[in-house]
């Protein structure tokens, strides 16, 4: 028997002794191949997935490599079953090979018949395919590279894509030189990007996933299309790349609800590109419209499912998707994995804040007590009401005005969910609001006198949870979110982590109405940044 921190299960779930001096090393290292799946105060618990290790393999990692870190932090003997699952799980990776032939011709390939013959022979494969090459290859439909792909990893034979893609038409690009320069992780982000063809760079918030984006732009030398949350996103992307490339304003096209430009780099928003008429997507022919060479999919954790058809026909560009958590709500990381490509890189954030590249933060869960009649309300309302109940009551209100008491002057985000939450905290506070409904000139204006400290306090939607550059902020208080969704609380604290000019911590809190829905959703919003290494005080409203 070892003093390590971990036990492992047969059921492939791994038990982490939080308070244990090893803990935070193991956490480290887990998260580069299995999820977090609860965290309260003392035991978390991992769950070891084929898609973790799947990721994990693409990266470069072996059953070796894995096992050697289980063994390595257990506390008792690793069951035999789940060392043999990691191995052969892990063995499966790339067995399959999507290559071209000789002709140029896109084949599914394997050395090893048996695997290829039950591929072939699957219902939603055989009309993929176009008959057998030899006894170690099938022709693959031209336009159904993607799909191959999907439905292969669905049967747990993940291929490897090794069939090239197009150049695209030339564009001279390159990364200008200054006051600054492209970190060390973020060159390695782009090399591993860059050997492996396509995939996902994971980085936290404020690390600095534009320039992974520029820095491959660079390497591409290539048309590219940018795909992004909004149109305020789009507009932060134009202005980084004027900034940090040799791209000019005439090269950078902008296509969105407002303009529909297309130049040699063009940034589109993934809502315009969703836009349907009579039944069709209006935008699609975008994504043929200038031979794109690199397409760049920012926030890809919210690709909306639509642009995955869409991202299927696009197997022959280079993808470079960039995110700081691939958790989906939507249980679509199988998706992202075989349409976007696996993940090639990924820093985990307490790593970076090390280096001092991201603020260092501190988390509060500040509980309340509902007055009396609402939590009468509460208990008689339905499911579906009682969140909004708990999370929009008004007896957080009070609570805000202490909290900003405790920061004074200190730039400071207020980020709820309901409109009517935002609005009636906005007006109980004089200070102005940012929702969906504002026009882009304006949220630009409030955003834009936030940066330089006209006003310190913004009122905000989710319209700010993504791609929204607020380096001074150092403050949030979360009223109410999308429920336990776990990639917006790495968002919303995501907006903190900017390194402040004069190196102070960022302060993360979350109202909870205690002992209800909101409480619960909380401890599920709370399991990634667990994962990151990041620990929630617990604090009583009146203590406050």
């Known amino acids: 028997m070892t003093s390590g921190p971990l036990i492992v299960q047969s059921d492939k779930t791994a038990l982490l002794e939080v308070d244990h001096p090893q803990a935070a090393d193991a956490r480290h290292d887990l998260a580069i191949f299995a999820e ?38 257990a506390k008792f003997a690793i069951p035999g079953s789940v060392r043999s699952d990691i191995t052969e799980t892990m063995s499966r990776y790339g067995r399959l090979v999507i290559q071209r032939s000789p002709d140029g011709e896109l084949e599914l390939f394997s050395k090893d018949r048996a695997i290829l013959l039950e591929a072939s022979r699957h219902r939603k494969i055989v009309e993929l395919l176009d008959g057998p090459i030899s006894n170690e290859a099938f022709r693959i439909q031209p336009w159904a590279r993607g799909q191959v792909k999907q ?90 790349l004027m900034r940090r490339t040799t791209l000019t304003e005439d090269e950078i096209g902008e296509y969105s609800g407002s303009l529909k430009e297309i130049k040699p780099v063009t940034i589109a928003t993934y809502q315009i590109l969703t836009t349907k008429r009579k039944s069709e997507y209006a935008h699609l022919a975008l994504l043929n419209a200038n031979d794109w060479g690199l397409i760049v999919y920012d926030e890809v954790h919210l690709l909306p499912a639509p642009i995955f058809k869409m991202t299927a026909d696009l197997q022959a560009r280079r993808r470079l998707g960039l995110t700081a958590t691939l958790v989906r ?81 200190e730039p400071t985000l207020i980020i709820g969910q309901y409109l009517d939450q935002i609005h009636a905290v906005s007006a109980a ?21 936030f940066r330089t400290g006209e006003i ?3 009122v905000v939607s989710k319209v ?54 909101d409480q619960d959703f909380a401890q599920n919003r709370q399991r990634f940044l667990a994962e990151q290494g990041y620990s929630y005080e617990i604090i009583d409203a009146d203590a406050l």
């Open 329 to 409: 709500e939507d249980g679509k990381e199988g998706d992202v994995f075989s349409l976007i490509g696996p993940k090639r890189f990924d820093a985990p954030w307490k790593e970076i804040e090390a280096q001092g590249y991201i603020a260092p933060a501190a988390c509060f869960e500040v509980r309340i007590d509902l007055p009396e009649e609402e939590r009468l309300n509460y208990a008689i309302a339905s499911q579906e009401d009682r969140y909004r109940i708990s999370a929009t009551s008004g007896s957080k209100i009070p609570v805000i005005k202490a909290l900003l008491a405790k920061h004074p002057g």
């Open 456 to 458: 310190t306090c913004l």
């Open 464 to 517: 700010a949870n993504f791609s929204i550059d607020l380096p001074e902020a150092s403050v949030a208080i979360q009223i109410s979110g999308s429920y336990g969704s776990r990639q917006e609380e790495a968002q919303r604290l995501g907006r903190l982590l900017r390194p402040k000019a004069d190196g102070r911590s960022a302060n993360f809190y979350t109202l909870i109405a205690r002992d209800t829905i």
């Open 36 to 73: 977090l799946e609860r965290a309260p105060e003392h035991i978390h618990t991992y769950r070891i997935t084929r898609l973790g290790l799947w990721n994990a393999r693409a990266a470069g990692h072996d059953s070796d490599f894995v096992l050697g870190i289980l063994d390595k932090y």
């Open 429 to 449: 506070l004089k200070v102005s609001e940012i929702t969906g409904e504002t026009p882009i000139d304006e949220r630009e204006r409030l955003f834009e006198a």
């Open 151 to 240: 439905e292969l990893l669905k049967l747990g034979w993940p291929a490897e894509d090794f069939a090239g893609y197009s150049e695209g038409t030339p564009h001279e690009i390159s990364m200008q030189q200054g006051d600054w320069k492209v970190r060390d992780y973020q060159n390695q982000a782009v090399e591993k990007f860059w050997a492996g063809g396509s995939g996902v760079v994971v980085l936290p918030c404020g690390a600095g996933k534009t320039i992974v984006g520029a820095a491959a732009m660079a390497v591409a030398k290539t048309n590219t299309l940018i795909l992004v949350t909004n149109t305020v996103s789009a507009r932060q992307w134009k202005t980084e």
